[in-house]
């Protein structure tokens, strides 16, 4: 428990948002891979019941991969990696598309900040008050 559940949402908000910045990044290094299909991160609150359902959980299938946000932090991941099995953009079967993952990376990335940068404000006012500022 952090310092509030103020702190603590946030702190957690940050987190999905890394994770699905480094899923985006991960669909993007993989973008001329023949045959890859796109990963997508879901919230693991929203995706408990979804089990049975065709989600696969993301693995490295090769030791060059990237790897993803739980095997880095060694805790339990904020969201669930699944496959999207869905689509096929291309001929050689690789279904990711370079300018959704691009659009998809910039938009977690300013939420990131943006998440921070309220998370700093927030100290800052306990940091006030703890001084009796």
Sequence with gaps: MGVSPVTDALHRAV???FAVRDVAAHNLANAD?????RFAAVLAEVDRGAEGKGSWEARRTDVRHFPFFAEKSGEAPPVRVVRDETTSARLNGN?????????????????AYTLLGLLGQTYARYRDALRGS
Excluded at 33 to 37: I, L, W
Excluded at 95 to 111: H, I, K, P, Y
Aim: glycine share 4%; net charge negative.
């Design 15 to 17: 987190r999905v948002s």
């Design 33 to 37: 891979t023949p045959g890859y299909k």
């Design 95 to 111: 279904n990711v598309d370079v300018d959704a993952e691009l659009v998809r990376l910039m938009d977690e990335q300013l939420r």
